[in-house]
């Protein structure tokens, strides 16, 4: 294929070579994918459903699920089907699409939100209702949607625009940027180059926001005389900051690392870490130390038990 107007498909890369291994992996990606479905569907319907978690904590909380769902299901629906029916190929239209609707970037600046909002909780409590009521709070997380939507654009549209005569075949499980971007002719990727030197500054920005952010919250924790007090305080934030901490470690691995340490398995492995593993573990990280959405799942748990068994479906008592 000389350039990307003849290019009509994409193959991505095989992740076994038999059989067995290929089914493997289709059972694999299936029970993470659908994990990730029900432990975000589950915060979801939790946090809509208790009128008690209708706070700017749960409200970020909720939109960071959807983003999740979103996420996962751009990148491992399109996996498992080629595993299953043994085959790589992606349409252009597809692979377009995919590096598209991979919010990523979303995802980095609702968690810049998510971290304002425990400053604010934590230094500054008096005026919490003030700062983060409802219209802000909405607003923030639009703010965190769009430009998440805007940056999607402006790398489609740049990545896609670019001649490609490298070949068709990409090094990894489903469409990212640099594989893509390694199929370029010659110079001509420095556009796309140039997108990501802003976005990553933008990135930069909100990591030293966040890093601002979590040092005058463990100044204001450890200033807190009781150890309950301190306990509760560290509760509401190490979920977050062990989200943060894993995204951009990994993600940052990805897009920076350097090529002499580059190896397709090494790709993959990271890849699956940043792409695959938060939407997964994001659900359990936030509810493991969290009791007030521990109640809820509870009480939703209650709820299906009760309308399961209206139904005349016998649950076991150990569910």
Known sequence: MSNSS????????????????????????????????LANGLIITAIACGHHLHTPMYFFLLNLSLLDLGSISTTVPKAMANSLWDTRAISYT??????????????????????????????????????????????????????GFLNAVLHTANTFSIPLCQGNALDQFFCEIPQILKLSCSDSFLREVGVLVVGTCLFFVCFVFIVLSYVQIFRAVLRIPSEQGRHKAFSMCLPHLAVVSMLIRTGTFVYLKPPSISSPSLDLVVT??????????????????????????????KLFR????LQGVKISPGL
């Open 6 to 37: 003849s290019m009509t498909e994409f193959l991505l890369l095989a992740l076994a070579d038999t059989r067995e291994l290929q089914l493997l992996h289709f059972w694999l990606f299936l029970g993470i994918y659908l994990a990730a479905l």
């Open 306 to 309: 009760w309308f399961f068994e």
């Open 94 to 147: 597809g692979c377009a699409a995919q590096v598209f609707f991979f919010l990523i970037s979303a995802e980095y600046f609702l968690l810049t939100v998510m971290a304002y909002d425990r400053y604010v909780a934590i230094c500054q409590p008096l005026h919490y209702g003030t700062l983060l009521g409802s219209r802000a709070c909405v607003h923030m997380a639009a703010a965190a949607w769009g430009t």
């Open 272 to 301: 699956v870490l940043y792409s695959i593993v938060p939407s997964s573990v994001n659900p359990l990280i936030y509810s493991m130390r969290n009791q007030e959405l521990k109640d809820a799942l509870k009480k939703l748990k």
